[in-house]
C-alpha cells in the first residue's frame, strides 16, 4: 500500500514538472522545504530541464519567505544558488542559451523584489541575499554573452535591465535597484582596484627588469663572471614580466566590462523613470476640470507634510521626518519629487545637533542610496556631508558615515575630497576622546567597519590613525576583540612596508592582553603575516616580540606549537647576534616539542621570556 501511494504521488509531481515546462511564469513551487515529503520533489527534479527546475526553486523561495518559515527558507536559497549555478554551467560558451538565462534570471530578480515588500520583516535580509544572488547571475550572464557576441550582449543587458526596472511596481522599485546596484557597482568598484593593482605591478616588474638590464650591460662591459648569474636573473624577471602583463591585460578586461555594465544600469535607470513619466493619463470626462492624478496628489500630500515639519516640536521631528521619508519613496521618479528631496534634506539641517537629528540623518541616507549619479546627487552630498561631520557619535553616526563613504565610492566627486576626509577625521577623533567603556571599544569595532568601505590607498593613513585608538582603550578582553577584528584587515593591506609599520605598532599591543582566544587567533594571524614582510630591522623587531608573546601563551592553547612552528624560519632569517638567535630558535623548539596539556590548572606565567636550555631541544 505504502509503495502505491509513493507512486502516485510520484506520477502526480512528474506531471507537475511536465505543466510547469510549458509555462513561461514562475513556476508554481509545489512541494515545498517545509513538507516532511520535500526528498520526492528532488527526485522529481530528475525528470524536468534545468530552467524549469531554477524557475520551481525561486517559487519555493517566495513560498517559504511568504509563510516566514526562517529555517524553510535557508533550505529553499540553498537549492535556488545550485541549480542557478547549475543552469549557468549550462550556457557556459553557448549563445543562445546564456541569453535565456539572463531573461530567466531577470523574471526571478522582478517576482523577488516585489515579494520583498510583502513578507515579514525577519524573511526581508534573505530575500535580500536570494536578489544579490539573481543580479550576480544577471551579471555573469551578461558579461558571457558579450564575451560570445559584444553586440548582441549589449543590447541584451541594455534591453533587460531597462525592461526589469520599467515593469516593476514603484514599492519594488527601491529593493531591486539596491540588489542591481550592490552587485553591478561593486563588481565595477573591485575589478578597478584588481585591474589597478595588476598594472601597478607590471610597472614594478619592468623597472626591476630594466635595472638588471643595466646591471647585465655593465658586467658584460666589465667581463665580470656576474654576467651568466645576472642573464637568468633577467630571463626569469622577463618571465614574470610576460605573466604579469597577461594579467594586467585580462584583469583591465573584466573592469571594462564591469564599468560598461554600471553605465548601463545607470542609462537604464534613467529610461525606466522617463517610461514612468510617459505613462498616458486618463482623460477627464467633459465639461470636468481635469482631475489630479494619483501621482500628483502623492505629490502635493508629501509637500504638505514637508511642510507641517516646522509645527512638530523638536522631540517628534526625527519619528515625522522618517515617516515623511517613507512617504517620499513611493512617489514615481520626476522632477517635483528631486525638489521635495531637497526641501528634506533643508529641514534636516534646520534640526538642533542632537541623536535625534542623527536619526533623521540616517533616514535621509535612503534617499541618498536610491539617487542616480550626477551633479544632483553630487551636490546633495556636499551639503550633507558637513551636517554629517557635526552628528554627535553613536551607532547611528557610525552607520551613516559608513553609507556616505559607499557612496562616495560610487560617485566620486573630486572637490568632496577635503570634506570627506574632514568626515572620516572627525569621527576618530570623536572616539578617541571619549572616556573609557564599553561605547568606546564599541565605536572603535565599528570604526574598523568603516575602514572595509575606503578605496585601497586610503586605507593604511585610516589604520594609523584607529590604531592610535586602540593604544588609548584599555589592556583588557574587550581591547582583545578589537585587536582580533583589527588585523584581518591589516592583513589586506597589499603594501608590505606599510603593513609592517602597522604590524609593528600593534603587536606591543597585543602582548599587554591578558590570553584568551582572541589573543590566539590575533597572534597566529600576524605571525603568518610576518612571512610576507621585507627583511629589515621592522620585521626582526616584529618576529622578537611576537617570540616573546608566543611563550606566554597558556600551555593548553592547541595554537601554540603551530603559531611557534610558524615563527621558527622567520627567526632564523633574522639579521641578529648568532647568540640572541640561537635563545629564541631553543625556546620556540621547546614549545614545538611540549605537548599539549588538556584539562589542567595552569600556574600564571612570569611576564619574563624564559631563555633556557631544555635536554628535548634538537641540537642543530
Keep these: 500500500m505504502k509503495k502505491l501511494q509513493v507512486l502516485v504521488i510520484m506520477v502526480m509531481m512528474l506531471f507537475s514538472a511536465l505543466a510547469i515546462a510549458e509555462t513561461n511564469e514562475l513556476a508554481d513551487p509545489g512541494m515545498t522545504p517545509d513538507s516532511p515529503f520535500y526528498f ?30 526562517e529555517k524553510a527558507l535557508a533550505k529553499a536559497i540553498e537549492k535556488y544558488d545550485k541549480t542557478l549555478l547549475k543552469v549557468k554551467k549550462n550556457a557556459y560558451l553557448d549563445e543562445e542559451k546564456t541569453a535565456k538565462v539572463s531573461d530567466q534570471v531577470a523574471k526571478h530578480l522582478a517576482v523577488l523584489a516585489k515579494v520583498l515588500e510583502q513578507v515579514p520583516e525577519t524573511a526581508k535580509p534573505s530575500i535580500q541575499k536570494v536578489m544579490e544572488k539573481s543580479a550576480k547571475g544577471l551579471s555573469d550572464s551578461f558579461k558571457e554573452l558579450k564575451a560570445l557576441n559584444p553586440e548582441k550582449g549589449k543590447k541584451v543587458a541594455a534591453e533587460t535591465l531597462t525592461k526589469v526596472l520599467a515593469d516593476a511596481p514603484e514599492a ?44 647585465l650591460e655593465e658586467a658584460e662591459k666589465k667581463k665580470s663572471e656576474q654576467a651568466q648569474e645576472l642573464q637568468q636573473k633577467l630571463d626569469e624577471a622577463q618571465k614574470k614580466l610576460d605573466e604579469a602583463k597577461k594579467q594586467a591585460e585580462e584583469a583591465k578586461k573584466q573592469a571594462d566590462a564591469a564599468q560598461e555594465l554600471a553605465k548601463q544600469l545607470e542609462e537604464a535607470k534613467k529610461q525606466a523613470e522617463q517610461k514612468a513619466q510617459e505613462m498616458p493619463k486618463e482623460p477627464s470626462k467633459k465639461g470636468q476640470a481635469p482631475a489630479k492624478s494619483v501621482n500628483e ?28 521619508i517613507n512617504q517620499y519613496q513611493q512617489l514615481p521618479e520626476s522632477p517635483k519629487k528631486k525638489d521635495l528631496g531637497k526641501d528634506i534634506l533643508q529641514e534636516v539641517q534646520k534640526m538642533p545637533v542632537n541623536e535625534g537629528k542623527n536619526v533623521a540623518v540616517k533616514g535621509y541616507m ?144 597585543l602582548q599587554k592582553l591578558p590570553a584568551d582566544k582572541s589573543k590566539t587567533q590575533a597572534v597566529k594571524d600576524l605571525a ?40 621558527l624560519p622567520e ?50
Design 571 to 620: 627567526v632564523q632569517k633574522l639579521a641578529v647576534m648568532e647568540a640572541e638567535k640561537t635563545t629564541m630558535v631553543n625556546n620556540l623548539n621547546v614549545i614545538i616539542a611540549s605537548p599539549i596539556v588538556q584539562n589542567k590548572v595552569v600556574e600564571p606565567v612570569n611576564d619574563t621570556p624564559v631563555y633556557e636550555s631544555r635536554s628535548y631541544v634538537p641540537k642543530y
Design 297 to 324: 496628489k502623492n505629490l502635493a500630500d508629501v509637500e504638505q507634510l514637508i511642510n507641517e515639519v516646522k509645527n512638530v516640536a523638536d522631540k517628534d521631528k526625527p519619528e515625522f521626518i522618517n515617516d515623511v
Design 366 to 509: 535612503k534617499i541618498v542610496q536610491a539617487l542616480p549619479e550626477g551633479d544632483d546627487k553630487d551636490a546633495i552630498m556636499a551639503t550633507l556631508t558637513p551636517e554629517v561631520q557635526k552628528l554627535p557619535v553613536n551607532n547611528d553616526k557610525m552607520e551613516i558615515v559608513k553609507s556616505m563613504l559607499e557612496q562616495l565610492q560610487i560617485s566620486p566627486a573630486k572637490d568632496l575630497k577635503k570634506q570627506k576626509d574632514d568626515m572620516i577625521n572627525g569621527l576618530i577623533t570623536d572616539v578617541q576622546v571619549l572616556p573609557q567603556s564599553k561605547l568606546k571599544v564599541n565605536f572603535t569595532k565599528n570604526l574598523i567597519e568603516v575602514s572595509k568601505v575606503l578605496p585601497a590607498q586610503e586605507q593604511p593613513e585610516y589604520l594609523q590613525n584607529i590604531v592610535k585608538v586602540v593604544q588609548k582603550l584599555a589592556d583588557n578582553k574587550e581591547k582583545g576583540e578589537v585587536v582580533s577584528k583589527l588585523v584581518p584587515v591589516v592583513a589586506t593591506i597589499s603594501d608590505n612596508s606599510i603593513k609592517a609599520d602597522l604590524v609593528k605598532d600593534i603587536v606591543p599591543e
Design 40 to 69: 520526492l520533489d528532488e527526485v522529481s527534479d530528475v525528470f524536468q530541464a534545468p530552467e524549469a527546475v531554477t524557475d520551481e526553486k525561486a517559487a519555493e523561495v517566495v513560498a517559504m519567505a511568504e509563510k516566514g518559515d
Design 528 to 567: 603568518n603575516m610576518a612571512k610576507d614582510l621585507p627583511e629589515d630591522a621592522i620585521k626582526t623587531s616584529i618576529v622578537k616580540d611576537l617570540v616573546s608573546a608566543v611563550q606566554l601563551l597558556p600551555a593548553q592553547d592547541a595554537e601554540k606549537n603551530a603559531i611557534a612552528t610558524t615563527l
Design 172 to 215: 519594488a522599485k527601491k529593493g531591486l535597484q539596491n540588489a542591481l546596484d550592490n552587485v553591478v557597482k561593486k563588481e565595477a568598484q573591485e575589478t578597478k582596484q584588481k585591474s589597478d593593482d595588476a598594472q601597478k605591478n607590471t610597472d614594478e616588474l619592468q623597472q626591476k627588469l630594466d635595472e638588471l638590464k643595466k646591471q
